[in-house]
């Protein structure tokens, strides 16, 4: 089953009727089945087009193949809520542009789970802009759940992208009505193997207005390079930007806390934004709080990029290894060979032995990336 041909838009799918609140309309696959909708011959798979009034409220996309030129799922249009994106297949394999694979703007309530995000740009005759995501939730967009997802082998700059841009809503207005900082941001659980630029990126946050967590991720190989063809960029693990384009700074505290971190900058450890965690100068009120965190670098790879604020990071017990002690202005470094099961399989469950176990602090969080309790 496919729907490839162009319905509206641009877009083998376009989406302009909302469902009711507990009553979404639900496109899921039948159990065994394999829908597809969209190519790579069209420029969008499913999108909600970007005209004047165009909602799509209160939708569930389950189990289904997604793909397009540049992006296989876009929540465009001028502003749509509650959307459920359950383990779903989305691939763009020439994409490129000024988005992501998966995008959502001015949407609300956003719940990203259990996706495979892969092989984005594995066609494209060149490594994509350092504009192009794998997915990236943007101008203001807020509530957003996105965990338990598989996000690999992409060519994209950053697989998970958080930034707010002005966009023209919807005639070119004053570029003062969009762009705004976003929040209530929780991106946990998530597999990131293989990216160009960052893994996770919070750009424009306002943890003031809503909590902003990073947490149970595991990133590795990102920062891998090529640097994209129209600039350089960062190359972290984890960045938090304090960037603003409309309306107040982002203040309080962005949570890191229980990721793991492997093979982070490989493109150049020299470059002055390569490095496990980054965070930008922008926000003075904004912390990047780091705690329970494990690092292993190559040799070579910074833990935190030279051209970081540290001013502006703090936290606590925190596992680092590979590339000599800790940062000394964070508290309770603990300076070790985690003792990964089996690394040559990037399988990174704790040996028994491990000095990373019950070594944390408590932050919270009830289960670990395996779905098991903590004590």
Request: aromatic share 8%; proline share 7%.
């Amino acid at each position: 089953i496919a729907q490839t041909a162009e319905d509206n838009s641009s877009a083998a799918l376009a989406l302009e009727i909302s469902g009711e609140p507990g009553r979404p309309i639900a496109l899921v696959a039948y159990p065994g089945a394999h829908p597809v909708i969209g190519t790579t011959d069209l420029e969008f798979g499913t999108r909600i087009p970007n005209n004047p009034d165009t909602y799509a409220n209160h939708w569930v996309f389950a189990g289904l193949t997604l793909r397009g030129l540049v992006s296989a799922l876009d929540l465009g249009g001028t502003g749509s809520t509650d959307w459920r994106i359950v383990g779903n297949d989305i691939s763009c394999p020439r994409g490129d542009g000024q988005t992501g694979c998966f995008a959502a703007a001015l949407a609300s309530h956003v719940l990203f789970y259990g996706n495979q995000v892969h092989d984005i740009a594995a066609e494209s005759p060149q490594q994509p802009s350092k504009q192009y995501h794998a997915v990236y939730f943007t101008t203001d967009t807020v509530h957003v759940d996105a965990g338990w997802n598989d996000i690999h082998d992409n060519r994209t700059c950053r697989a998970i992208q958080v930034h707010s841009s002005p966009l023209c809503v919807p005639d070119c207005g004053a570029s003062d009505t969009t762009g705004f900082n976003q929040y209530d941001v929780l991106i946990h659980d998530n597999w990131i193997h293989g990216d160009a630029c960052d893994g996770i990126v919070l750009a424009t946050v306002d943890p003031s207005q809503g909590p902003v967590r990073v947490y149970n991720n595991i990133l590795i190989h990102v920062g891998a390079g090529p640097h994209p063809p129209d600039g350089e960029a960062n190359y972290s693990c984890i960045y938090v930007a304090g960037g603003t384009n409309t309306g107040p700074d982002g203040e309080g505290v962005v949570e890191v806390s229980n990721n793991t971190c492997y093979d982070v900058g490989a493109v150049d450890p020299a470059w002055a934004d390569t490095g496990a965690f980054a965070r930008g100068p922008g926000s003075p009120e904004l912390w990047m709080e780091l705690r329970n965190n494990i690092v292993v670098s190559l040799p070579g790879q910074p833990y935190i990029s030279t051209s970081t604020d540290t001013t502006r990071v703090r936290g606590e017990a925190n596992l680092w290894y590979g590339n000599g002690p800790g940062p000394d202005f964070l508290t309770g470094n603990l300076d070790a060979d985690p003792l990964f099961a089996d690394l040559s399989a990037l399988d990174f469950h704790l040996m028994p032995d491990s000095p990373a176990i019950d070594a944390g602090v408590d932050t919270g969080l009830g289960y670990d990336f395996a779905g098991l309790f903590r004590p």
